[in-house]
């Protein structure tokens, strides 16, 4: 990854507008301004098609991708705030 895409890297959050769990991953981020792009992946086939390849085939939201490379689906506000450094 070039220092450029470092810089630029970013939190990418798959979710759906009716999703519960998704609401409460993007309010955590929001209330301690860590920023986020969000890819609705009903409206996104690309979008869908990414979280269907890493559920196995499932559609599950939120999936949540970090510019280290890693993935959490579905993490608890625990979970979430521990890889982002948040103290809760």
């Given at each position: 990854?070039?220092?450029?895409?470092?810089?630029?890297?970013?939190?990418?959050?798959?979710?759906?507008?009716?999703?519960?769990?998704?609401?409460?991953?993007?309010?955590?981020l929001?209330?301690?301004?860590?920023?986020?792009?969000?890819?609705?992946?009903?409206?996104?086939?690309?979008?869908?098609?990414?979280?269907?390849?890493?559920?196995?085939?499932?559609?599950?939201?939120?999936?949540?991708?970090?510019?280290?490379?890693?993935?959490l689906?579905?993490?608890?506000?625990r979970?979430?705030?521990?890889?982002?450094?948040?103290?809760?």
């Amino acid at each position: 990854m070039s220092e450029q895409q470092t810089t630029n890297a970013q939190i990418i959050m798959y979710t759906t507008r009716w999703c519960s769990d998704c609401h409460r991953a993007k309010y955590l981020l929001d209330e301690y301004g860590v920023s986020y792009t969000n890819i609705d992946v009903e409206a996104d086939s690309e979008g869908l098609a990414f979280v269907k390849q890493v559920n196995q085939g499932h559609r599950v939201v939120p999936t949540i991708v970090f510019p280290d490379g890693s993935i959490l689906v579905e993490p608890s506000n625990r979970q979430l705030a521990d890889k982002v450094g948040l103290e809760l």
